[in-house]
């Protein structure tokens, strides 16, 4: 258990550290590279969620194809050395990320937060428990069929509706690309 609490910890401060690089750093391709290193970071912690499905989802999407394409877009930029000037949003920004932060810190303060403990449960059945625990143990054994059962039975409609409506900025992007090099 010692080692499972240093990997989220340690994976805590990266995550954090890196995110907070992505924001103040200047050179927006430095800050791109941190980017990545959020995303791969946030991906080990689904892992330790017993949520692979959601890590390899994480690296797939958004640790490969959102960063190459950020960092694409970095790269064919003019006078991305410059780096990132500075705005009048900025204090402002700052404000309302602190409300949002003290907001967040009051819910998690103020939250009676139930665990699923056997011993806890009063005046629950025997039977209850025991359903209660398996239960538990189905939702934290393996996602993946079940994920797979409702993006392609019970949601399949919305889930190729999605990649329609992909398909089609995609393909407005290319012709909008064409457009600016005639």
Not at 103 to 111: D, F, G, N, R, S
Not at 160 to 171: Q, R
């Amino acid at each position: 258990m010692l080692s499972l609490d240093m990997a989220f910890w340690t994976m805590a401060v990266v995550t954090v550290v890196s995110a907070a690089a992505v924001v103040l750093l200047k050179d927006v391709f430095r800050a791109a590279l941190c980017l990545v290193l959020t995303f791969m970071v946030v991906a080990g912690l689904f892992v330790l969620l017993s949520a692979e499905f959601l890590a390899v989802v994480q690296v797939l999407i958004y640790a490969g194809a959102i960063s190459i394409l950020i960092i694409f877009a970095i790269m064919l930029t003019r006078d991305v050395h410059q780096g990132n000037p500075s705005n009048r949003f900025r204090y402002p920004a700052l404000v309302l990320a602190a409300l949002l932060l003290a907001a967040i810190v009051l819910v998690v303060i103020k939250t009676d937060w139930n665990q699923l403990d056997s011993r806890v449960l009063p005046g629950a059945p025997t039977e209850a428990v025991g359903a209660t625990e398996t239960g538990v143990k189905n939702v934290f054994s393996n996602t993946t069929p079940v994920i797979a059962r409702l993006l392609l039975r019970d949601f399949v409609l919305p889930f190729e509706v999605a990649s329609v409506l992909l398909l089609a900025a995609i393909l407005g992007a290319l012709a909008l690309v064409r457009e600016g090099e005639g």
